[in-house]
């Protein structure tokens, strides 16, 4: 380009000058041939070179330029670049600092573009994962409600009624505390309340025959069925209705199922019968020791037989010339239950925790006090394990 410019220029014997609108601040006195004037910007003026005395120099041309001569400024206002004289650029210094900043800038500039572009390959990166892990999600969300829906078609409630506890109702199905509460979302030590539906792995029917112990039979239903249905054996279910061994069962009629919590139920309640008999059985003793004779003492009973080292050379001869033999229900008695207390030869006695009455019949050495020796007969094995008790007497 600067090439085609110097020829253009030399073909047409043309001189640039530059003039500067700072140096001329009036538009007034323009040399001729200077088409446009604006004191704040640079403008030309076509000149000559001369000879004056040998030396060359610069004469405004004052010919009015033709009209290839305008083709020529044309072509300059448009490809040739006029730079600021160098005494407007400041000192070398400030050119050099602008340089360095302008390079600073532009180095900078490049390092946030590129973090830009780094971050928005992260965010783009970050809500795709996002999206595949929710589409992920979602699959694993439609897929737990589909499974739980199609359990639930299977599965039944149960009402809590009073005394239920969660590890009871466990048990009557043969789950675990922990599976019951996990299948029911409920914390298992916290307790249950009355009225409360709690879901359980097994259809309404099946829950419902569980929680009575009793089935009522249906048409093509047999003990085998209930065996199999219920993991019972047929002997069991036999046993526990009373039935004959070819029982053939009717439609309608009620089957008692002998399942493992029902058994310890039925167990429980004849231990606490049994317990409560016995209960009433010692008050009923009790209340007749009360009744029975005007005095009473506690002392120290022993046991004794008819053997030549526990009496003397007659052991069937009591203290009083009584004949005793073995059965019999007699007691010997310290001295002094027979002078201080008021016992004597013949006189009914009750000790607590034996049944029946005693009769003394025999006296106790002297050394003795506040002492009975109940007769064991010739039973020595029993006399041992009796050994030596407190015991209360009542007596008349």
């Not at 140096?23 to 003026?45: E, M, R, V, W």
């Not at 249950?192 to 792995?201: A, D």
């Not at 049944?355 to 506040?370: A, I, P, Q, W």
């Amino acid at each position: 380009m600067k090439k085609v410019l110097l020829s253009v220029l030399s073909l047409y014997s043309i001189s640039l000058v530059s003039i500067d609108a700072k140096t001329d601040k009036s538009c007034q006195n323009l040399p001729a041939g200077t088409y446009s004037c604006n004191p704040y910007s640079f403008h030309f003026i076509k000149v000559k070179e001369v000879k004056d005395n040998g030396k060359s120099k610069l004469v405004e041309d004052r010919i009015k330029p033709s009209k290839s001569t305008n083709i020529v400024q044309d072509f300059i206002d448009r490809y040739v670049k006029i730079n600021e004289p160098i005494r407007y650029q400041g000192t070398q210094e400030e050119i050099n600092e602008t340089t360095v900043d302008n390079e600073a800038i532009k180095h900078y500039v490049s390092i946030a573009q590129d973090l830009k572009h780094r971050r928005e390959a992260l965010i783009a990166k970050i809500i795709k994962e996002e999206e595949l892990r929710y589409q992920q999600n979602r699959y694993i969300i439609n897929e737990l409600k589909y499974q739980k829906a199609k359990l639930i078609k299977n599965y039944g409630y149960y009402k809590v009624k009073a005394g239920d506890t969660l590890s009871h109702i466990a048990y009557m199905f043969g789950l675990s505390s922990s599976e019951l509460a996990k299948l029911n979302h409920i914390d298992k030590n916290k307790p249950i309340r009355v009225g409360q539906k709690l879901t359980l792995p097994y259809t309404q029917d099946k829950i419902d025959v569980i929680s009575k112990a009793e089935y009522k039979v249906k048409d093509g239903d047999n003990l085998h069925h209930l065996a199999k249905e219920y993991d019972l054996k047929v002997d069991d279910i036999i046993k526990f209705n009373h039935y004959k061994s070819n029982k053939l069962l009717k439609v309608g009629e009620v089957v008692k199922l002998p399942l493992p919590y029902k058994i310890a139920e039925l167990k429980r309640k004849a231990k606490a019968k049994e317990e409560a008999r016995k209960k009433r059985l010692a008050q009923e003793r009790m209340r007749k020791y009360k009744k029975f004779g005007k005095h009473h003492l506690r002392v120290t009973a022993t046991a004794y037989t008819s053997h030549r080292g526990q009496t003397d050379k007659t052991p069937f001869l009591a203290a009083w010339n009584n004949r005793i033999r073995p059965g019999m229900k007699i007691i010997a008695v310290s001295r002094d239950l027979l002078y201080k207390y008021g016992l004597k030869n013949g006189s009914k006695v009750k000790i607590s925790g034996l049944r029946g009455y005693y009769t003394v019949r025999d006296k106790m050495n002297k050394r003795y006090r506040k002492r009975i020796d109940i007769y064991m007969g010739v039973n020595r094995r029993k006399a041992l394990r009796w050994g030596r008790r407190s015991v209360v007497i009542h007596w008349d």
